[in-house]
């Protein structure tokens, strides 16, 4: 007899099925029809919802797994900075590799023309610890104004630059951002943090065209594709027009959370005129349906990232003076104003806090907010969650419904630079995700810039950076719990645990094929896992090895349901 339900038209079979499903944590198969599951379950019971002309692929034992999702990533940003516009620096490892990329760019350049430098790079790798001043650039790059950020909070910039944005040895930080300063000349070096950048560098730069935009999604859409993510939540960059078009024309290949106007200068505003500003980013969280839809207004920054996190104790003071505890991007009265028009419109909330005091500050914001409007089931996030968390802060999240967004990429990167700033026992604590879980707080996993989920859940398990060096062992979790931070986590943290973060019959077809089993093999080799292939609404979006093209008639599958003639 037929097993009951609707027939299948692709059904994946001899598989380890990591379903993510309490109910049913392990499968061997699954049956898609449409871009949906209608089946999970052993072999033998899911062949029997083959439907006429249905397809059958035998994975050999290879895992699958829900879909990734990446919570948190500046996804078009990153993709922008792929492409040729950008000096790219892969391969590079010291400020002399980098300067000939830049002086072989300014050969083909026109003099007096931008020339921008990508950020998608290896920074902790470069040989010199260090990336170039203003004078070196100018050396590189004489006739050319020349710009490039670094982990996104700095930027570095060559003199042509600095005459674009009017700043020079008189120009005052403006509040929030800091210039770097020659120490016995006062002359600003180049180098641009966290407001400089937002408020005197980037409203300069020559605007990105929307045909770039659309390539830059594309492209990175396909790189998530390769990585296994099937759902991206992006951050900041303000490209719902160029996103709502990909989608009319069917263009979409993975599913994105258009985050809104977070890290940019446009709440850079007096209070008063906050609620208006809100109003103005169009439909609420959730607008839109299960290819692209609105998402939270994020990440808002209380705070600056590697140099300049807001923290109760001095850091840095060798590098940035006596006293140095960090900057706050946003004040108080700005952040709240943005987060209470955000609850009384409909907008999730995610606010990013580096810093010990700057989680507290974002707590205080959130906690007044919800006095007054309500946010217990809202979901609002906080980006990197601080350092030392304690006790009381861990209740207050959990509490107030927070999740904590955590990136774990990063340590894997750069914590190298973490620990030159904020020394080691603070970075150490950089994602103190065990401590959150403990405390009944729900994490999501992202990773900023774009990077493997699967490296992300090694580093959430074995906390070792890209030199083998341990990172705040104790807050290390487990691999199934780090799976969850990508899948079910994720999916709740933003409103579509109903369609998505698990295999389940009635649930959206996002799947990924994996060479090993994530739960099973020696946390040592988790970083050595492969996507095989990534599937997207029963869709095969990602197959190098064309597994999916061996797909054999049911027919024959029936008939030999234990695989033995396969070839």
């Not at 895992?63 to 620096?89: E, S, W």
């Not at 808002?300 to 300049?308: F, I, K, M, R, T």
């Not at 700005?334 to 010990?356: I, K, N, P, T």
Request: charged share 25%.
């Amino acid at each position: 007899m037929r097993a009951p339900g609707p027939d299948a038209a692709l059904i994946v079979r001899g598989a380890r099925v990591l379903t993510m499903d309490p109910d049913r944590p392990r499968a061997t198969a699954l049956a898609i029809l449409g871009e949906r599951v209608v089946a999970v379950g052993e072999d033998r019971e899911v062949l029997g919802r083959a439907g006429p002309g249905a397809r059958v692929v035998d994975l050999g034992g290879r895992t699958v797994t829900p879909g990734f999702i990446d919570a948190h990533v500046h996804a078009a940003h990153y993709g922008l900075y792929m492409l040729p516009r950008f000096v790219q620096f892969e391969g590079c490892r010291s400020v002399d590799d980098l300067l000939a990329r830049v002086e072989e760019r300014a050969r083909v350049t026109p003099p007096g023309e931008w020339i921008l430098g990508s950020p998608n790079y290896p920074t902790d790798l470069v040989e010199d610890s260090r990336f170039p001043d203003r004078w070196e650039l100018d050396r590189a790059a004489p006739h050319h104004p020349f710009f490039m950020r670094v982990r996104g909070h700095l930027g570095v910039v060559n003199s042509r630059a600095l005459e674009r944005f009017g700043i020079d040895r008189h120009t005052t930080d403006p509040e929030g951002g800091y210039l770097f300063r020659d120490p016995s000349t006062g002359e600003p070096t180049g180098w641009v943090l966290d407001n400089a950048l937002f408020d005197l560098a980037l409203p300069h730069l020559p605007p990105t065209p929307g045909e770039q935009w659309r390539e830059a999604i594309l492209t990175m859409s396909r790189h998530l594709l390769q990585l296994g993510v099937t759902t991206v939540v992006n951050q900041s960059a303000d490209v719902w027009p160029i996103l709502e078009d990909l989608h009319a024309r069917g263009e979409l290949p993975v599913r994105w959370q258009a985050n809104l106007r977070g890290s940019s200068n446009y709440f850079h505003r007096p209070p008063e005129e906050i609620p208006a500003a809100v109003e103005a980013l169009g439909p609420p969280t959730g607008h839109g349906d299960r290819w692209l839809w609105v998402g939270a207004i994020g990440e808002l920054h209380a705070d600056g990232l590697v140099e300049a996190p807001l923290m109760h104790e001095p850091f840095a003071e060798d590098r940035f003076g006596p006293g140095w505890r960090g900057l706050l991007r946003h004040p108080p009265e700005v952040l709240e104003a943005v987060c209470r028009a955000a609850a009384e419109r409909g907008f999730q909330m995610e606010v990013h806090a580096s810093g010990d005091a700057a989680l507290e500050l974002v707590l205080d914001v959130y906690e007044a907010v919800d006095r007054r409007v309500g946010i217990r089931d809202r979901r609002w996030v906080i980006t990197h969650g601080g350092v030392f968390p304690g006790r009381r802060s861990v209740e207050r999240a959990q509490e107030l419904g927070v999740v904590v967004a955590t990136q774990q990429p990063v340590i894997w990167t750069q914590s190298h630079y973490y620990r030159r700033y904020w020394g080691r026992r603070r970075a150490d604590n950089l994602f103190a995700n065990r401590t959150w879980l403990e405390g009944g707080v729900r994490l999501n996993g992202g990773s900023d810039v774009g990077l493997s989920p699967l490296l992300g859940m090694a580093t959430y398990v074995n906390r070792r950076n890209v030199f083998g060096e341990e990172v705040g062992v104790e807050e290390a979790i487990d691999p199934e719990r780090a799976l969850r931070l990508y899948t079910v986590d994720a999916a709740y943290s933003i409103f579509r645990e109903r369609d998505l973060g698990s295999l389940e019959e009635g649930k959206l077809a996002d799947l990924v094929v994996l060479s090993d089993d994530p739960l099973s093999v020696p946390p040592e080799r988790l970083s050595q896992v492969r996507v095989v292939a990534t599937l997207v609404g029963g869709r095969v979006a990602h197959d190098p090895q064309g597994l999916f093209s061996e797909a054999r008639e049911a027919s024959d599958a029936l008939d030999d349901p234990g695989g033995r003639r396969k070839r």
